[in-house]
């Protein structure tokens, strides 16, 4: 880890005019379980470290008619244990819950998730976000490629081929969830949908913020009466690792056919992956073994397999065949316990 | 708390658990010098390649460092251990991604990392040589005549003339990957150094006296002049076995340049990259047996990857060799094994050294033999197990009382194994998720092989104070496997003291006897009985001028800890000091030859049949240990709570070993050295494991104990994968089994 001067200040205002306007020169630090990952590693190498843990404005959810408001600062446990988050986001709360281990439950944040850097290996060992050679040749297409993406890369040519790391982003996504940020020119709130970019050149990072500006918060609608949502997650271990592939579905139904359907992939491509044909084919239909296998065809159908990760074609189909039957199964539930 | 004797068989508090757990215990990187600087290494980045120069970046001010290369080394440049080909820091070519070739020092050791970045290797590169095919088809000579550091023949009947009699003849190919120790703490050293007092380290290691051994010729100096101390150490798994010299070897070299102690630690990365790994393996296995199910011949060609240098690849490569036929009566059996050099950072010990390789083919192979022959595995298995007098393939002939068909009957009771897998085959037609259930039998054979023991020759000592403490003098090293409170019950029994009375001194080679290596299941078994018989030595001594009574106490009854005491005072007020040393001599009738790989290749074996119950979705590709079962005949447990936390610990590391550690290459290099992207196991993967003990007390073993360190990472892997066997009918020949191979396996199934 290389020396830096660590800020610790109290206002959201203040944080934002302690960063830099260069990517790099300062680090945000939230719960810091990947921020102190990548400084040991030399990835990230911050001349200033600015801590969020002093400013209050960032932490808590607030629960209101409107629907919920939840800090930036708050915490993946506290997020999982929230009475409303339980009851009207279940998907989100498994997704929250699913986070390995405890103690990354309880250090890590929602924001943090929001914009933790990718696991790829390339981006990991030094080679940055597009991993190029010295010619300027993509390497993971010719590499070893097998967590790496399946949708939204441009296939041997050079530009991103990570997976966004996010847990939270595919559910939240699935609720219409935008997000808040702030900076030295005040607060802008954008569709979290939209937060997620694809960088064009090195230096860029995987999101729309400014190098000097913060989440704040994120901003769920009232949840929609009788919604069924499911967060299915495919992992080679149980525990400390990121999934394979996650689908998160949300559900409005009109007795026992679906209104229409909000369906995200994650850990399959750059930014979490809308699976929009899915959706489409799922209007009108009954949830049964038949058509969730079918909407989960229509999910990876744009698919694009590199070298080593055909099987995460198949992880995702089935990801989202098994989110839509658990979300289906939790309306049965609730339909026998009312 | 004070136990009732006799401690053996008793789950006593550990010796050093009080200290670990306050945080009193002191490891290397909490031990600070003063004037102490930092240090790091600089590697070569190309797996095989002449260095044309080194270029150091001017923005770093290199005054204030202190810049170590091969040119400094004041004697050899080598780290000694069976060969002296591997050198401390690479001269002219370097044949390995990660080889050391540059030592920096600062007393900031945040100013070293970036130094380290500025330093600019210049390599011409040379052909290199990545898998053991290529090593074997000598595509390029990267070592010696032929890149083969070691081979075996092992013989016995007439392979040749026996496949006339095999009615049926399965043949067979299985690879395994490396896997990484992963112990807790990282490596690490500090030394002092210079040409006045010589040179001291100390640090995290199994072996003191290996890291003394390569200390003298790298600086010229008597053997008095190097001094190595063990600091506490957070585990090794055979990770610190050799590789523990070379940092050593490193921080003394910039110690005595600088003039100033230096530490050395390598983070998680470096030494996951860096230190040495279990060789890859590859095992080709043809088996001629009758049509019910005995066998007639055995041939086994066994290979593994050494490497870049040959370290301890011919003793891993021995002990794999001997163990490749398991514990199988065959008349006539052939094996031949290499072990070969690549351009990756040189394989090295790692728990079960070499048998986990050979055992996985073996108990693999052999579940396909038994479907060849239309029998049940374990019917199979039962047929041709060996029994009392009966002869190894290395024509050792088995003295012990070992009734394998026994161990296995109680694993399967324990596992309700036919209930079960009769239950699987039915279910598994109509489920996603199937379900299998497998096992493996084995034996791991204890102490070092052949005339091993006999080379090493062990020393401990036990010596009494005026005070009537006792202390235990050796070189064995407590690394968490529990050894400093196994020599405490042995000697408190021994003497019939209360063990608080009874001391392990620190292994320092300044201050106690080479006990030889903390390696290869021998410290309870070998240094252990060393201990049983030191101390016995003194207490005759004790006895025969005036401890009171016959077995030291009036009556009959033991003595007192009061009457022992007194004894102590009068004895060293009348001689002097009062200590008894013992060095070990191989058993009565014990024989091996060398030359023909024959005889006794072990003092005594372990033995087990371990059951994996596995469910595998098998569209996900997900596997799951649903249950784990490990019976085991040991001799006589020492320690309950030890011995089954030993177990435990293999099993997981044999778990993570069969299904999620994969090593990934890419030019020699483990581009995956990040516990992020190297997947290991948690607590969350692994199942309950279920322990059960047999006692077959060994009479050469210290209260009956024989060797159980490694024995637990040999059963897993196979007993694993022929439960995803059962499940899907997959063959799989490969391990780690990850969700890729598997996937690969089913499509191949469903085609």
């Known amino acids: 880890m290389n020396v830096f001067e660590y800020a610790n200040p109290t206002t959201t205002k203040e944080a934002a005019g302690l960063l830099a306007a260069q990517w790099g020169e300062a680090e945000i630090l939230a719960g810091g379980t990947d921020l102190l990952s990548l400084m040991k590693n030399y990835v990230a190498t911050p001349k200033r470290v600015v801590s969020l843990r002093g400013i209050k404005e960032l932490s808590g959810i607030t629960s209101s008619a409107s629907g919920l408001r939840i800090g930036a600062m708050v915490t993946l446990q506290e997020l999982h244990d929230h009475k409303a988050v339980h009851d009207d986001y279940h998907s989100l709360a498994h997704a929250a819950g699913s986070v390995p281990s405890p103690q990354i439950r309880n250090l890590g944040t929602v924001g943090g998730d929001l914009c933790q850097r990718p696991r790829c290996w390339y981006f990991r060992n030094g080679f940055g976000l597009l991993a190029k050679d010295e010619k300027g040749q993509p390497l993971v297409p010719a590499g070893d490629n097998r967590y790496h993406a399946i949708f939204g890369h441009p296939g041997g040519s050079p530009g991103a081929y990570y997976v966004h790391p996010s847990s939270l982003a595919p559910a939240l996504i699935t609720f219409g969830a935008r997000v808040k940020v702030a900076g030295p020119k005040g607060e802008r709130e954008i569709p979290l949908a939209s937060f997620f970019a694809t960088p064009k050149r090195e230096g860029e990072r995987e999101n729309v913020l400014m190098p000097n500006e913060i989440v704040t918060e994120i901003i769920l609608a009232a949840a929609s009466k009788g919604m069924l949502t499911a967060t299915y997650e495919v992992r080679q271990k149980e525990a400390l690792d990121w999934p394979l592939a996650t689908a998160s579905v949300a559900l409005r139904m009109s007795g026992d056919k679906v209104k229409s359907a909000r369906i995200v992939l994650g850990h399959v491509a750059p930014v979490p992956w809308p699976a929009h044909e899915a959706e489409k084919l799922l209007a009108g239909q009954t949830i049964t073994e038949d058509s969730a296998a079918k909407a989960g065809e229509a999910a990876v159908r744009g698919a694009k397999a590199l070298s080593g990760n055909k099987y995460k074609v198949q992880l995702a189909r089935v990801a989202v065949k098994r989110a839509l039957l658990e979300a289906a199964a939790h309306g049965k539930e609730g339909m026998q316990h009312g | ?751």
């Open chain 2, 1 to 751: 708390m004070h136990p009732e004797p006799p401690l053996i068989g008793q789950a006593v508090p550990r010796k050093e658990g009080r200290d670990k757990v306050t945080g009193r215990a002191r490891y290397v990187d909490d031990l600070v010098f003063p004037g102490m600087m930092y240090g790091a290494t600089v590697r070569s980045p190309v797996a095989r390649g002449r260095i044309r120069a080194i270029h150091f970046d001017e923005n770093i001010p290199w005054q204030e460092f202190t810049v170590v290369t091969a040119q400094d080394i004041p004697g050899e440049n080598c780290v000694a251990l069976i060969l002296h080909d591997q050198p401390c820091l690479a001269a002219e070519i370097v044949n390995h991604p990660e080889e050391p070739v540059v030592l920096l020092g600062h007393p900031d050791k945040h100013l070293l990392e970036e130094a380290r970045r500025a330093v600019r290797l210049e390599t011409e590169p040379l052909p290199a040589v990545f898998t053991i095919e290529d090593s074997l088809a000598k595509k390029e000579i990267i070592w010696g005549e032929d890149n083969v550091f070691k081979s075996f023949l092992v013989e016995k009947g007439d392979v040749d003339s026996a496949w006339a009699r095999a009615e049926i003849v399965v043949e067979g190919e299985y690879e395994t990957g490396a896997q990484e120790q992963l112990y807790i703490e990282p490596n690490g050293m500090i030394a002092v150094a210079n040409p006045d007092e010589g040179v001291t380290v100390w640090g995290s290691m199994q072996c003191p006296y290996y890291v003394h051994k390569a200390l003298v010729p790298l600086f010229g100096l008597s053997k008095d002049k190097v001094r190595v101390i063990q600091a506490e150490t957070g585990g090794g798994f055979g990770g610190k076995e050799e590789y523990p010299s070379m940092i050593a070897a490193h921080a003394a070299l910039l110690a005595w340049k600088a003039g100033r102690p230096v530490k050395l630690i390598y983070d998680r990365a470096e030494d996951m990259a860096a230190t040495t790994k279990r060789h890859p393996s590859r095992t080709r296995h043809r088996t001629g047996v009758t049509r019910d199910g005995k066998l007639v011949a055995l041939e086994i060609d066994f290979v593994i990857d050494g490497g870049a240098y040959c370290t301890l690849s011919p003793v891993v490569l021995s002990r794999g060799t001997i163990h490749a036929a398991g514990p199988y009566e065959c008349p006539n059996v052939r094996i031949r094994s290499r072990a070969v050099a690549t351009n990756a950072p040189p394989h090295g010990a790692f728990r079960g050294f070499g048998a986990p390789q050979s055992v996985f083919a073996l108990e693999r192979h052999f579940d396909q033999v038994a479907k060849a022959c239309g029998l049940a595995p374990d019917e199979f298995r039962r047929r041709n197990f060996v029994h009392a007098g009966g002869t190894l393939a290395v024509s050792q002939v088995i003295h012990e009382n070992v009734d394998l068909p026994q161990l296995m009957e109680r694993a399967f009771a324990e596992s309700d194994y036919h209930a079960k897998r009769a239950r699987f085959a039915r279910e598994n037609r109509d489920a996603r998720v199937k379900k299998g259930i497998g096992f493996a039998a084995f034996l791991h054979g204890a102490g070092f092989t052949g005339s091993g023991e006999e080379y090493l020759a062990s020393v401990v000592a036990v010596e009494a104070t005026a005070e009537g403490r006792v202390r235990v003098l050796a070189a064995s090293t407590e690394i968490g496997q529990g050894a400093n409170t196994v020599f405490t019950q042995i000697a408190a029994d021994t003497l019939g003291l209360d063990p608080e009375l009874i001391d392990i001194a620190p292994p320092d080679t300044a201050a106690v006897p080479n006990s030889g290596p903390t390696v290869a299941s021998r410290t309870t078994m070998i240094v252990g009985k060393l201990v049983e018989s030191a101390a016995l030595g003194l207490k005759q001594t004790l006895v025969s001028s005036g401890l009171p009574g016959e077995r030291g106490g009036p009556e009959g009854r033991p003595c007192t800890s009061e009457e022992f005491q007194r004894a102590c005072a009068e004895y060293i007020r009348k001689h002097g000091a009062l200590r008894a040393t013992c060095q070990y001599a191989p058993p009565p009738g014990i024989k091996w030859d060398d030359e023909k790989y024959q005889g006794d290749a072990y003092g005594a074996y372990a033995w087990a049949v371990y059951v994996a119950e596995v469910s595998v979705d098998t569209v996900t590709y997900e596997i799951r240990v649903d249950d784990f079962v490990a019976v085991q005949e040991v001799g006589k447990v020492i320690h309950p709570v030890l011995a089954t936390g030993q177990i435990e610990g293999g099993v997981a590391q044999g778990i993570g070993y069969a299904l999620y550690e994969n090593v990934v290459w890419r030019e020699g290099r483990m581009v995956n050295a990040q516990m992020t992207n190297y997947i290991m196991p948690t607590s969350a993967d692994v199942p309950p494991i279920r322990v059960f003990f047999e006692e077959n007390p060994y009479p050469f073993g210290p209260g009956g104990a024989k060797g159980i360190g490694e024995l637990p990472m040999d059963g897993p892997a196979p007993a694993i994968v022929n439960a995803i066997e059962q499940a899907t009918g997959a063959s799989i020949t490969r391990i780690p089994v990850t969700p890729e191979v598997l996937m690969e396996a089913l499509e191949g199934v469903h085609a």
